[in-house]
T-cell receptor
Framework: GNSVTQMEGPVTLSEEAFLTINCTYT??????LFWYVQYPGEGLQLLLKATKADDKGSNKGFEATYRKETTSFHLEKGSVQVSDSAVYFCALTHTGGFKTIFGAGTRLFVKA | GAGVSQTPSNKVTEKGKYVELRCDPI?????LYWYRQSLGQGPEFLIY????????DSGLPNDRFFAVRPEGSVSTLKIQRTERGDSAVYLC???????????FGDGTRLSIL
């Protein structure tokens, strides 16, 4: 069945450091891929998405590229800020479907 | 505009009791989803509504769980004979169409004593 695996946290970085959170998936066909973020005390919100191979999703300085050959969708940001501290979830939805499968989440702490 | 609203925000009850969790989606959103999130885990799909009908309820763990959306707007998740293992945050999301991004509510934290 479909599944999402992401790196375990917590990840602790200093402000302005480079961020990578790894995400790999297992799915048949061509799923859509997402990164969601949950800031402290807030609800889950969509950060970025990519719907086909080689697409790059981007938002708020974050980027992720849909790599079908490696079944990956790693999240990157060149320079993190304290305000980026949150839990990040990688997720997929199968083509034409609606059931979204989430990874376990990766907690990011950014120190000033 | 108003987002997805879930009530109550917290619910504490005793094992064996019946609970109802309410979700008020964004106005005009026809697709509605329920998820369950246990501590340290990602959300787990429970059920999807398109309009009034449950298009997929394959994520409901057993027949103690049931959800309705009688007028295609507000939805209620109902849990009978609650067990301690039902303790989790229950999330609701809505979207304008099943292919559009989902907007999540803040969730209901359910604790079964």
């Amino acid at each position: 069945g479909n599944s999402v695996t992401q790196m375990e946290g917590p990840v602790t970085l200093s402000e302005e450091a480079f961020l990578t959170i790894n995400c790999t998936y297992t799915a048949t066909g061509y799923p859509s891929l997402f990164w969601y973020v949950q800031y402290p005390g807030e609800g889950l919100q969509l950060l970025l998405k990519a719907t086909k191979a080689d697409d790059k999703g981007s938002n708020k300085g974050f980027e992720a590229t849909y790599r079908k050959e490696t079944t990956s969708f790693h999240l990157e940001k060149g320079s993190v800020q304290v305000s980026d501290s949150a839990v990040y979830f990688c997720a997929l939805t199968h083509t034409g479907g609606f059931k979204t499968i989430f990874g376990a989440g990766t907690r990011l702490f950014v120190k000033a | 505009g108003a987002g997805v609203s879930q009530t109550p925000s917290n619910k504490v009850t005793e094992k064996g009791k019946y609970v109802e969790l309410r979700c008020d989606p964004i106005s005009g959103h026809t697709a509605l989803y329920w998820y369950r999130q246990s501590l340290g885990q990602g959300p787990e799909f429970l059920i999807y509504f398109q309009g009034t009908g449950a298009a997929d309820d394959s994520g409901l763990p057993n027949d103690r769980f049931f959800a309705v959306r009688p007028e295609g707007s507000v939805s209620t998740l109902k849990i009978q004979r609650t067990e301690r293992g039902d303790s989790a945050v229950y999330l609701c999301a809505s979207s304008s169409d099943r292919n559009q991004p989902q907007h999540f509510g803040d969730g209901t934290r359910l604790s079964i004593l």
